[in-house]
Each structure stands twice: as C-alpha cells, then as structure tokens.
C-alpha cells in the first residue's frame, strides 16, 4: 500500500500534456478522438434497447438517458478542452485523489 500511497502523492501531468498537446497543434485532433470514442459508447445504451423484443418504459428511460449523457460528453469534448479544476473533479488526477483521504 505504501507504493500506492507515493504514486497517488506525485504530481499530475496535466499541464504537461496539455502543453506538448498544443505545441504539436494535435489538441483539436485529440478532441476529435476523445469525442469519437465517447460517442461510440453511445451505441451501448442503443443497442440494448433495439435488442430488447419489448423494452418497458424503465429500460428505454435508462438507456435514453445514458446515451443522451453520452452524446453530451462528446460534444463537451469537441467544444472545449478540461481545465485542470474540471479534470480534477472528474477524478482523472492524481493529486485529486490524493486529496480524497483514500
């Protein structure tokens, strides 16, 4: 565990990449790629929908409102790049979970 510990202690990269990112002009590109993968996720929710002979009103509501979450971080990604507040919050850092007490 303490390994664990001194990994979660380390600073992110956040900076870092988003700055090689824009140096290499590739962070509209990686936008592009973050916002098409999220949306093929989308096809999971759609998909067990249409496979489903005669879905009830709470499966078509869940898997509406998962692809409609979905198609929502998709577009998120192609209209702006995470501040380093948003990446925290969404728990894809580091120091955010060190922060955590875990």
């Not at 992110?12 to 700055?19: E, G, H, K, V």
């Not at 002979?53 to 702006?80: G, I, K, M, Q």
């Amino acid at each position: 565990m303490p390994r664990f510990a001194s990994w979660l202690g380390q600073p992110d990269q956040f900076d870092w990449i988003t700055a090689v990112l824009r140096e290499r002009g590739v962070l509209r590109a990686t936008q592009w790629t973050l916002a098409v993968i999220s949306s093929i996720s989308a096809l999971v929710p759609v998909t067990t929908m249409l496979s489903t002979r005669r879905p009830t009103a709470e499966v078509v509501l869940v898997d509406v409102t998962a692809a409609v979450f979905v198609v929502a971080v998709s577009v998120f990604w192609l209209t702006r790049w995470p501040t380093r507040v948003k990446s925290e919050i969404s728990g894809s850092s580091p120091r955010h979970a060190s922060r955590g007490g875990a």
